[in-house]
C-alpha cells in the first residue's frame, strides 16, 4: 500500500483528499502546515507528497526545497497560481508535477499514478555517500575510504533506507516495515541487533567516523 503525505491548510481540501485516496487504496496522513508537513517526513517514509503553496508556518516553496535537499520523494503541487513563471519556477525548485485549483479528481488519481509509477522504475540513486561510506546499490557494495565493508542483506537495506533521507529519524517501525516488508509489533530487538552489528563494522574499519545516531526516545538517523 503506497503511503501519501497531504500538507495542505484547507481542511476542506485536505479532508476531500484524504477520502478521496483513502478510497482509492492509498494509506493516507495528512498535515495542515508546513512546519507540521516537515515533522511528518522526518518521521514517516513516505511515497508521494501532495503539496499545497499557500501554508501556515513555512510556505509550500519552502518547504520544498528543504525536502530535496535530502530525499528525491515524488512531489506535485497544488496551487491557485497559473502564470507560466511561477509554474517554470516550481519545476525548476524540484516538484515532479502540479495541478492548479480547482482541480479534476480524476486527472490528479492519473499524475499520482504516473509519478508512483515512475519513482518504482527509476529509483534513486544506484550510489549513495555519507562521510567517507559508499553504497553501491547495483552490486550490493560498501566501501569506507575505498576498503570493502561487509555487509548482510538486511545491514545494508538498513544502511540504504537511512543514507537515501540522512537528515530523517528513523523509528524502529519505519526501519522494519522497509527492510522486512513486515508490520513492525514492538517487541523485538531485530532492529536493535543489526544496528549494533553495522556500527561494530563500521568503527573496525574507521573508528574515527561517528555514522549513527541513536536519537533517544525515536529511532536512529545518520549522525551530523
Known sequence: MNKLLIIEDDQHINNMLSDLLTIEGFQVTSAFSGTEGLLWHKQQTFDLILLDLMLPGKTGNEVLSEIRQTSN???IVLTALDGKESIVDLLKNGANDYMIKPFNNAELLARIEVQLRNNSVNPTNETLKFKDLLLDSQSFSATINQKPLTLSKR????????????????????????????????DDNTINVHISKIRSKLAAINANNEYIQTVWGIGFKMQD
Open 155 to 186: 545491514e545494508f537495506q538498513i544502511l540504504q533506507c537511512m543514507m537515501e533521507n540522512p537528515n530523517k529519524v528513523f523509528t524502529k517501525n519505519n526501519l522494519y516495515e522497509t527492510v522486512w516488508g513486515d508490520e513492525f509489533f514492538g
Open 73 to 75: 520523494i515524488p512531489i
